[in-house]
């Protein structure tokens, strides 16, 4: 077959339609006609609406593993915020607990010291402060060690008190520190006054029969004493301050198959729960005052004129 009778064109299956430059152009204007008329009339938007609710489901299915995600590590964010959270108010409670129990302390001690000042400013003699360190080491005495000593004066068988009545003597004096024997020492013995009868006594140490209490010996069978009776110093002995509380009257026996009545006392002072005391000078160098040398001069002048 000759080349000039072939047909160049291609079959009606094979064509094209419209170039893709004038396909491009349509779109184009089809577009921009489009956003225009959405823009303006919003003549789009029923057919967004209605695309989303028919691709919601879709979205939501595709969102699931995110959510899932997104949620465990918000729940294990918020166990461990609630955890440093609930570690953090205990670690409060436990400083205001500390700090509460610091308060009630602190105004324990307050109280009491100002009661001890009240009371150093009713005596009569000077003094100093004191803290009590620590009981003594033997078992078988009442005793306690104080925090002054020769350095800051202190003076053996000075009388000590707190802020509610004498709690007992100085024994022993050493450089930084001093012991003091308690009023409910066995050995310790403090002449007293009953105040309401004004009758004089001496009461002792008795820790065997009542724990901590005290007992006035040697008293009459018929003695005019009753539970209640507030007993103080006496001041005759010359060491402690006359009126300073000692003890109190708890029980009196009276046996018929002896001369004398069996009367036990507790203590005014803390004798267990003591911390902050006043250690007063003795009443003797005071009242009494050792004479000099210009003193003693005339009188062994006067001797020698006799």
Same mark, same amino acid.
């Given at each position: 077959m000759p080349l000039g009778t072939l047909d160049r064109t291609p079959p009606p299956f094979f064509k094209q339609g419209p170039s893709a430059v004038s396909k491009l152009m349509v779109c184009s204007a089809l577009a921009l006609f489009l956003m225009v008329a959405d823009t303006?009339?919003?003549v789009a938007q029923p057919v967004r609406a209605l695309v989303a609710t028919v691709l919601y489901p879709v979205q939501w299915l595709a969102m699931r593993p995110v959510v899932l995600a997104r949620s465990a590590a918000q729940y294990f964010e918020s166990l461990e915020s609630a955890q440093r959270w609930e570690e953090a108010a205990q670690r409060k409670l436990a400083e205001q607990s500390h700090r509460a129990h610091q308060v009630e302390q602190l105004a324990l001690e307050n109280d009491r010291l100002r009661k001890l000042l009240q009371l150093r400013e009713r005596a009569s003699t000077p003094g100093q402060a004191a803290q009590v360190l620590y009981d003594a080491a033997d078992p078988y005495t009442r005793k306690v060690v104080i925090d002054k000593g020769l350095a800051q004066g202190i003076q053996a068988g000075s009388p000590v008190v707190d802020e509610s009545? *004498?709690? +007992?003597?100085? /024994?022993?004096? #050493?450089p930084l520190v001093s012991e003091v024997t308690l009023v409910t020492d066995r050995e310790h013995a403090i002449p007293v006054l009953n105040a309401r009868t004004g009758a004089r006594s *001496?009461? #002792? +140490? !008795?820790?065997s029969s009542q724990g901590n209490a005290l007992e006035l010996r040697f008293m009459a069978g018929n003695a005019d004493v009753k539970p209640g009776d507030l &007993? /103080? /110093?006496? +001041? *005759? !002995? +010359?060491? #402690?301050p006359p009126g300073l509380p000692v003890a109190r009257v708890e029980k009196v026996e009276r046996r018929g198959d002896s001369g004398f009545a069996r009367i036990s006392c507790s203590p005014q002072a803390l004798v267990d729960g003591a911390r902050h005391v006043l *250690? &007063?000078?003795?009443?003797?160098?005071?009242?009494?005052?050792?004479?000099g040398p210009d003193d003693a001069a005339p009188s062994a002048r006067k001797g020698a004129r006799k």
């Open positions: 303006r009339f919003r009545g *004498v709690l +007992g003597q100085v /024994t022993r004096v #050493y *001496v009461a #002792y +140490g !008795d820790p &007993l /103080t /110093t006496s +001041g *005759v !002995d +010359g060491v #402690y *250690v &007063l000078e003795p009443v003797s160098p005071q009242a009494l005052p050792r004479p």
